[in-house]
């Protein structure tokens, strides 16, 4: 049966014709011919012209380096720009809802609510893994996207695959799987099962574990129908030419990131066990990423005493089931001194 993938997205935005920027018009290679159609200044810098609106030359790399076609690959401006994206693209304001799991990444929310759609809410049990029962329970066909965080954020734990999977086959809309951290995690991407389920999409970002938050790059991975529908919808420029010249430069020094990951790592097996002789640290939560969620006396108090000796920690306490919690992200070996000493003077 082939996959139709018009049922998953707002009906209205298939007779849209999209906007025909002027290096879509002209298709050919560029670089020989007098550029005289986008209004651009002339004189050569790093910056004069448009970047390319369809990312060519960088989807090629990337879709080698995660093994998929480039037809199956959209690029966004932050993985923030994609979920909300997803969200205009999928969701009917004031008819549809996304599904999302508390505690989870909050930008899920915001994104649905300045679009008009509405949020169905299904807790992630005690110890932070996905309910699946009562996800199938409350999604019904107005329930057009579900986003799955792992390794989750801010409780920092992977979701167990064979739960996400179970959703991904019963879930009546779309399934996000929202991979930020999956440099740190020790399951694997799921983009292996695209194939298999074309009612799923993945996003990574170069934010996180690439050390690339400033330039802002984001990858979703999908059926190629839905890539060619958010290349209909998308701004035209949404990848600006300094980036896409930093992440080609970036995508060259792999051994590098995967050093730094890897010290990441050790590092927070070092914070892990110096929390654990804090007696005021009453929980460390299990993480698989780059940050640990920590159970704490009174969380408020604790942010301020860390302010003061200048170091800034995140406190989502008033996140679903985090009441008194902090998140700590993991930084370099100087920085998590400081951190340990600090906590040590505060006992
Ligand atoms: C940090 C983070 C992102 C990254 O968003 P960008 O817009 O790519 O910086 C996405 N999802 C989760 C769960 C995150 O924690």
């Given amino acids: 049966m082939k996959f139709d993938y018009t049922k998953y997205i707002r009906p209205y935005l298939l007779t849209l014709s999209p906007y025909q920027s002027a290096r879509q018009e002209f298709e ?10 986008a209004n651009e200044n002339p004189f050569e810098s790093t910056t004069n012209r448009y970047p390319d609106p369809m990312q060519m030359e960088l989807k090629q790399e990337i879709a080698a380096w995660k093994g998929v076609e480039h037809n199956q690959l959209y690029l966004s401006n932050g993985s923030d720009e994609f979920i909300s994206q997803v969200i205009m693209g999928c969701c009917e304001p004031g008819t549809d809802y996304i599904m999302i799991l508390p505690p989870t990444f909050g930008m899920y929310q915001v994104a649905a609510l300045t679009y008009g759609v509405g949020v169905q809410e299904v807790p992630l049990t005690d110890t932070f893994q996905l309910d699946v029962t009562s996800i199938l329970e409350r999604a019904d066909q107005t329930s057009k996207i579900i986003f799955i965080p792992t390794p989750n954020n801010p409780t920092a734990n992977n979701f167990d ?39 799923l999409m993945v996003c990574q970002t170069f934010s996180k574990a690439q ?7 984001g990858m979703a991975f999908a059926h190629p129908d839905f890539i060619t529908f958010f290349n209909r919808i998308k701004a035209p420029y949404n990848i600006n030419s300094l980036t896409i010249n930093a992440v080609l430069k970036r995508l060259k020094e792999q051994d590098k990131i995967k050093s730094q990951v890897e010290l990441m790592l050790a590092e927070r097996h070092r914070l892990e066990e110096a929390f654990a002789a804090i007696p005021f640290i009453q929980k460390c939560f299990p993480s698989d990423a780059n940050f640990v969620l920590i159970k704490v006396d009174d969380s408020s108090l604790l942010y301020k005493q860390l302010i003061e000796k200048g170091i800034v920690v995140r406190n989502p306490s008033k996140n679903y089931n985090c009441k008194n919690t902090l998140r700590i992200s993991v930084g370099t070996p100087d920085e998590n001194n400081s951190l340990i000493e600090a906590l040590h003077s505060l006992k």
């Fill in 28 to 37: 050919g290679d560029g670089s020989s011919m007098i550029l005289l159609d």
């Fill in 161 to 199: 695959l064979d739960a996400i999977e179970q959703i991904i086959q019963n879930f009546p809309g779309l399934v996000v799987v929202d991979e930020a951290y999956v440099e740190f995690s020790s399951n694997p991407s799921v983009i292996s099962w695209l194939s298999k389920y074309p009612n």
């Fill in 211 to 217: 050390g690339m938050a400033g330039a802002r790059l």
